[in-house]
């Protein structure tokens, strides 16, 4: 018989219940069950009553003596994520931390030492390391059919205004926190959890009614590695790509939906000799290099976004860590090394921050 975890959420927001509470009141969703939901507003907690049928509860430490939570996901404000994940794991809990998983590595370190002590897990809803597009673009650079990687572009960009809370530094806001850390983690990824990051980076506040940056351009370089090259911006209208790729062999661009990408075999290619005296044509002209490579060209659509297939794999890899004890494909350890990165970035970027 299959064991049913019992879950509580904390916060109803755009996460709490928008994402996580979605999942788990999908179809998909076969083995978990939410029995408490945390929110400090009031129609919240009775839509949620409505909706779960559970209990509500104003405090999340209103859980603690509670013995029949098997996992408490951690969907509150940014900059709480650190020390209500810490209060829950003292009290017994295994938690999931909303991204970003803290404010800084030291934040980070904090919350890994206080799951250790406690003996509970500890996890950080990196659910794009599990989306579709991502899955397919690793195997295919895995494959090597686009030969030595050179850059790896991300970006995920729009234009949008914004000014809800997000907006401000002393929440935990801005596109690097809020948004970051998606990109960031698959970079982080891609380059194979460095410990040590070169780092150039720009931030800019632009159109945001609070004080956190709506633009940022961060450029990250590993020895031997490809370079990443990663955009967080508000201000691009046109950005349709979120992969842009480009190798020794070929090239490959993706939408979360969609990908394409054309390469060719070295083997059925001219030799490539270097000539050192005046290219010249039949007429003694002078000419530029040019040769006619076969391209194969490959389209692909892809099923699935960050927001479904992806959360459906997250809480399966979550399921199979709690019962039957398998190991976690996304740690907290991995986002250390993004949370340094994002420490070099704030470092270089000081930004005013308002009272």
Request: charged share 25%; glycine share 8%.
């Amino acid at each position: 018989m299959t064991k049913t975890l019992n879950v509580a959420i904390i916060g109803q927001g755009r996460s709490g219940r928008d994402i996580h509470g979605a999942y788990f009141k999908s179809d998909a969703n076969k083995n978990y069950k939410v029995v408490a939901i945390v929110d400090e507003i009031e129609y919240r907690r009775e839509r949620a009553r409505e909706e779960y049928g559970c209990d509500v509860y104003a405090d999340y430490r209103d859980l603690f003596g509670r013995t029949d939570i098997d996992l408490v996901v951690n969907s509150t404000f940014s900059y709480q994520h650190v020390p209500v994940s810490i209060d829950l794991l003292e009290h017994g809990f295994n938690v999931i931390s909303e991204k970003p998983f803290a404010k800084s590595y030291e934040d980070g370190c904090r919350a890994i030492l206080a799951a250790r002590k406690a003996g509970k897990m500890l996890d950080v809803f990196q659910q794009s390391r599990f989306a579709p597009y991502y899955t397919r673009i690793k195997e295919i650079l895995a494959s090597g059919v686009l030969g030595d990687i050179i850059q790896i572009s991300i970006s995920f960009s729009g234009f949008a205004r914004r000014w809800d809370w997000q907006t401000s530094m002393k929440y935990g806001g801005g596109n690097v926190r809020n948004t970051g850390p998606h990109p960031l983690d698959q970079a982080m990824d891609l380059l194979g959890f460095p410990e040590d990051v070169t780092v150039f980076s720009k931030l800019a506040t632009v159109n945001t009614a609070g004080d956190a940056e709506d633009y940022a351009k961060i450029i990250l370089t590993v020895p031997g590695k490809p370079l990443v090259d990663v955009e967080i911006s508000s201000c691009n209208c046109y950005s349709p790509y979120l992969y842009t790729i480009s190798g020794s062999r070929g090239c490959l661009r993706a939408k979360m939906g969609h990908l394409e990408m054309k390469y060719f075999d070295p083997a059925k290619a001219q030799p490539l000799v270097q000539i050192m005296e005046p290219l010249r044509d039949e007429n003694g002209y002078p000419k530029y290099c040019g040769e006619k490579l076969e391209w194969t060209e490959i389209e692909e659509d892809i099923k699935g976004t960050s927001f479904n297939a992806a959360v459906e794999k997250y809480y399966d890899m979550i399921y199979e860590h709690l019962v039957n004890g398998a190991e976690l494909i996304i740690t907290p350890e991995q986002v250390l090394t993004q949370l340094k990165v994002i420490d070099k970035i704030h470092a270089q970027n000081p930004l005013p921050i308002l009272e």
